[in-house]
């Protein structure tokens, strides 16, 4: 829900702007029962469309099949039937979800220059995109936990770390991902909307999607606002003190080897953190205006298409375990083919 959070700041600093989009203002008139969207993508060249067309396409397909690796192997190696492992399989579940409900449809925009979407396509685009986004942010607070136990716990960890419990962060991660974005979504589908309703995006964002809107919005501003602001502050708070527990843990551990022993049990979640919402956060460091709209868009490329590619990579490498496990697997199917 980080994502919706930080939507919501670029709509309301856009809203102060007119709503400019393009340079132009867009009109509030001749609403329509069924009105389409119309996608305007990145606007390049054919040949530049081709090449980003062919790279989207090879970062989808490596994004697929590394979490879907991620998955498999967690779920069929006996070593990695860990608390870290199982909520990382879930993390690359996520991951899946994002990237297939926005590189599909990003390759059809790229290659068509532009593409309409039915305002229910939008809204449905919308609910998984929150889903994904508000999900990950809380698995990722849920691992923090279990590398602050790992840590500064580490006697404990088994006992504290147990499946059931384990089982039921993730069930409620899902449950609050689920709700939340349920909740967010409802109010859109009251919107009326203009036949003037082209978004300068390659995505139904909710700034962009809101700015072709003829109704009044401050309802759903309002909503996004009081459900996004507290989770967003609870688990940014809550991920910023268990760092701050276990760096203070690794300071008074005595030998060096076991400071970058103790370090390297959170390392690669710390990278996934920072990445994660570093990439989130930097869409909405420029200003708004006319300029801004092409880097949000190459910003929240990143985001969407490149960030779950990361996560899978970010672990096989800075991850033995991943790594030896991954190894077995790809020669065990290697013999079998």
């Given at each position: 829900?980080?994502?919706?959070?930080?939507l919501?700041?670029?709509?309301?600093?856009?809203?102060?702007?007119?709503w400019?989009?393009?340079?132009?203002?867009?009109?509030?008139?001749?609403?329509?029962?069924?009105?389409?969207?119309?996608?305007?993508?990145?606007?390049?060249?054919r040949?530049?469309?081709?090449?980003?067309?062919?790279a989207?396409l090879?970062v989808?397909?490596?994004?697929?099949?590394?979490?879907?690796?991620?998955?498999?192997?967690?779920?069929?190696?006996?070593s990695?039937?860990s608390?870290?492992?199982?909520?990382?399989s879930?993390?690359?579940?996520?991951?899946?979800?994002?990237?297939?409900?926005?590189?599909?449809?990003?390759?059809y925009?790229?290659?068509?220059?532009?593409?309409?979407?039915?305002?229910?396509?939008?809204?449905?685009?919308?609910?998984?995109?929150?889903?994904?986004?508000?999900?990950?942010?809380?698995?990722?607070?849920?691992?923090?936990?279990?590398?602050?136990?790992?840590?500064?716990?580490?006697?404990?960890?088994?006992?504290?770390?147990?499946?059931?419990?384990c089982?039921?962060?993730?069930?409620?991660?899902?449950?609050?991902g689920?709700s939340?974005?349920?909740?967010?979504?409802?109010?859109?589908?009251?919107?009326?909307?203009?036949?003037?309703?082209?978004i300068?995006h390659?995505?139904?964002?909710?700034?962009?999607?809101?700015?072709?809107?003829?109704?009044?919005?401050?309802?759903?501003?309002t909503?996004?606002?009081?459900?996004?602001?507290?989770?967003?502050?609870i688990?940014?708070?809550f991920?910023?003190?268990?760092?701050?527990?276990?760096?203070?843990?690794?300071?008074?551990?005595?030998?060096?080897?076991?400071?970058?022993?103790?370090?390297?049990?959170?390392?690669?979640?710390?990278?996934?953190?920072?990445?994660?919402?570093?990439?989130?956060?930097?869409?909405?460091?420029?200003?708004?205006?006319?300029?801004?709209?092409n880097?949000?868009k190459?910003?929240?490329?990143?985001?969407?298409?490149?960030?779950?590619?990361?996560?899978?990579?970010?672990?096989s490498?800075r991850?033995?375990?991943?790594?030896?496990a991954?190894?077995?697997?790809?020669?065990?199917?290697?013999?079998?083919?």
């Amino acid at each position: 829900m980080a994502a919706t959070y930080m939507l919501y700041t670029e709509f309301v600093l856009n809203d102060a702007n007119g709503w400019e989009q393009a340079g132009k203002m867009i009109p509030r008139h001749n609403q329509s029962a069924n009105p389409e969207l119309f996608l305007l993508g990145f606007q390049l060249h054919r040949t530049s469309r081709i090449i980003f067309f062919a790279a989207v396409l090879i970062v989808f397909m490596m994004t697929i099949t590394g979490n879907l690796l991620m998955i498999i192997v967690v779920s069929t190696t006996q070593s990695l039937r860990s608390p870290m492992y199982f909520l990382l399989s879930h993390l690359s579940f996520c991951d899946i979800i994002l990237s297939m409900t926005i590189t599909p449809n990003l390759l059809y925009v790229t290659l068509q220059d532009g593409s309409p979407m039915t305002v229910s396509g939008c809204i449905t685009q919308l609910y998984f995109f929150s889903l994904s986004s508000a999900t990950e942010c809380l698995l990722l607070t849920m691992m923090s936990y279990d590398r602050y136990v790992a840590v500064c716990k580490p006697l404990h960890y088994v006992t504290i770390m147990n499946f059931p419990f384990c089982l039921g962060l993730v069930v409620l991660s899902w449950t609050l991902g689920l709700s939340l974005s349920m909740m967010l979504n409802i109010s859109l589908c009251h919107l009326q909307f203009c036949n003037s309703n082209t978004i300068d995006h390659f995505f139904c964002d909710y700034a962009p999607f809101f700015q072709v809107s003829c109704s009044d919005t401050t309802i759903v501003q309002t909503m996004i606002f009081i459900i996004s602001t507290p989770e967003i502050v609870i688990e940014t708070m809550f991920i910023i003190s268990t760092y701050v527990c276990i760096f203070l843990a690794i300071h008074r551990i005595a030998s060096t080897t076991g400071r970058q022993k103790a370090f390297s049990t959170c390392s690669s979640h710390l990278t996934v953190v920072c990445t994660y919402y570093g990439t989130l956060a930097a869409i909405y460091v420029f200003p708004s205006g006319e300029q801004s709209f092409n880097m949000n868009k190459i910003m929240s490329l990143v985001y969407t298409v490149v960030t779950p590619l990361l996560n899978p990579l970010i672990y096989s490498l800075r991850n033995r375990e991943i790594k030896a496990a991954l190894k077995n697997y790809l020669e065990k199917k290697h013999v079998e083919v």
